[in-house]
């Protein structure tokens, strides 16, 4: 039998239900974060300053490099869930010697996978027996 006068127990049994619990939480100002700093707070990201980033620029020979949001907000480690290429094998530089690091939500290979399922579906040539408007049916997708 439990005493109806007892404070209820939270989750750590010594901090009762309805206590208080002050918690102080330091971040950083990114805006004022140099590359160091950046490598530090954001280890699993890939901006200029990760060593992935560091390791293609050497790689290619270039200090020139251009790099989009997806690519910095994706994880160092990550992989094409379809092609299986990693962020390393996706980079390449342009003719001007730039180093592009991107990633577009077009990567997913989704007009492979579609057109494997049509020709799944309906067989190889799927779209022989379609008017010409829809056999690219795969594109809008």
Excluded at 12 to 25: A, F, S
Excluded at 93 to 103: D, F, K, R
Aim: charged letters at 25%.
């Amino acid at each position: 039998m439990t005493d109806a006068h007892a404070p209820a127990q939270g989750l750590d049994d010594n901090i009762p239900v309805g206590d208080t619990l002050t918690v102080e939480i330091t971040l950083p100002d990114v805006r004022f974060l140099d590359e160091a700093g950046l490598a530090h707070w954001f280890p699993h990201l890939d901006g200029k300053w990760s060593e992935q980033t560091k390791a293609l620029l050497a790689r290619f020979g270039t200090d020139r490099l251009d790099l989009n949001w997806n690519w910095f907000e994706t994880s160092t480690c990550w992989t094409c869930p379809c092609c299986g290429r990693s962020k390393p094998e996706i980079a390449r530089p342009n003719e001007g010697g730039v180093l592009l690091a991107h990633l577009h939500l077009h990567h997913d290979h989704m007009r492979e996978h579609f057109n494997a399922f049509l020709r799944e579906r309906l067989g190889t040539p799927w779209a022989k027996e379609l008017s010409a408007s829809s056999r690219h049916a795969e594109d809008p997708m």
